[in-house]
């Protein structure tokens, strides 16, 4: 399984974020990587937030994300994982 392949995302509940999401696909794949099998983290927004005059901030928002991976120990890799995603 070749999980950096996919797009995993959430939206960002911020209703003034602007281009906001977390994305998790980088984070599952270095635990992935690392042969982790969980891990409890928070994503932060990669989005901004516009404050007049033009300017713009950083979105603060976090997404608590915490994974747990049963890695298949087969040779090949196209084993199913099991992949469990808990806001
Ligand atoms: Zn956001």
């Keep these: 399984?070749?999980?950096?392949?996919?797009?995993?995302?959430?939206?960002?509940?911020?209703n003034v974020c602007e281009e906001g999401g977390y994305e998790l696909g980088d984070?599952?794949?270095?635990?992935?990587?690392?042969?982790e099998t969980s891990k409890e983290d928070t994503i932060m927004c990669k989005g901004h937030e516009k404050i007049g005059r033009g300017q713009t901030r950083?979105?603060?928002?976090?997404?608590?994300?915490?994974?747990?991976?049963k890695h298949n120990n087969s040779l090949n890799e196209t084993g199913e994982e099991n992949l469990m995603i808990t806001p």
């Design 1 to 14: 399984m070749s999980i950096s392949n996919k797009t995993l995302g959430e939206p960002c509940s911020s």
């Design 58 to 69: 950083k979105c603060l928002n976090g997404f608590k994300i915490k994974v747990n991976i």
């Design 27 to 35: 984070f599952i794949s270095d635990i992935y990587n690392k042969k």
